[in-house]
């Protein structure tokens, strides 16, 4: 069973570029959910999808926003980034939209904007 | 909103030395508490998911307990490659009919010393 993966590892960007991270979910999950995380602080939750519907989304700006592919497979894209967007960015799959499930975690990307 | 606070920040303990973490929460309605461990640079492993009060769950030197007000884990005996940050979440409300939100307290960092 193959367990979640992102891409790229490492990204280094300026301030005004745009970004795309990727997230394959693990096998058999159909939800997939995408959270920042900060030095030293817990994830905070941006969204979450569903069979390919925006299924929740967390207080982030609308210049975050994602895409779920057929295969459950999702992006997440950033535009006009600003230097608070560096951070680890965490992908997270799970069977079903339902709160009781584990969400798994990728082992995620760390962005930098200089 | 839902909020999560865990204690202490920060936990240093030598080999063999059983200590517990502590994670306390204000919910609208509890839909369950997850826990995860967190090394370096990487994503949260998937540790336990306690559902209702008085659930009790054992993983090695781990074990996690739940109340209608806070959850512990306490650690037995605990071995350095126990180091790690231990983060606590709990399902909240994402909008629509979507639970599927996790808020996240800010982490304990756990050092074990030989």
């Known amino acids: 069973e193959t367990g979640v993966t992102q891409s790229p590892t490492h990204l280094i960007k300026t301030r005004g570029q745009q970004v795309t991270l990727r997230c394959s979910s693990q096998s058999g999950h159909n939800t997939v959910s995408w959270y920042q995380q900060a030095l030293g602080q817990g994830p905070q939750f941006i969204f979450q999808?569903?069979?390919?519907?925006?299924?929740g989304r967390g207080n982030f700006p609308p210049r975050f926003s994602g895409l779920q592919f057929p295969n459950y497979s999702s992006e997440l894209n950033v535009n006009a980034l600003e230097l608070d967007d560096s951070a680890l960015y965490l992908c997270?799959?799970?069977?079903?939209?339902?709160?009781?499930?584990?969400?798994?975690f990728g082992p995620g990307t760390r962005l930098t904007v200089l | 909103e839902d909020q999560v606070t865990q204690s202490p920040e920060a936990l240093r303990l030598q080999e063999g030395e059983s200590s517990s973490l502590n994670c306390s929460y204000t919910?609208?309605?509890?839909?369950?508490l997850f826990w995860y461990r967190q090394d370096p640079g990487k994503g949260p492993e998937f540790l336990f998911t306690l559902y209702s009060a008085g659930e009790e769950k054992e993983k090695e030197r781990l074990k996690a307990t739940l109340t209608k007000k806070e959850s512990f884990l306490h650690i037995t005996a605990p071995k350095p490659e126990d180091s790690a940050t231990y983060l606590c979440a709990v399902p909240s409300y994402a909008g629509g009919t979507s639970y599927g939100k996790l808020t996240f307290g800010q982490g304990t960092i756990l050092t074990v010393h030989p």
């Open positions: 919910v609208s309605g509890l839909r369950g």
């Open positions: 999808y569903y069979r390919e519907e925006e299924n």
């Open positions: 997270a799959s799970s069977g079903s939209g339902a709160h009781t499930d584990t969400q798994y």
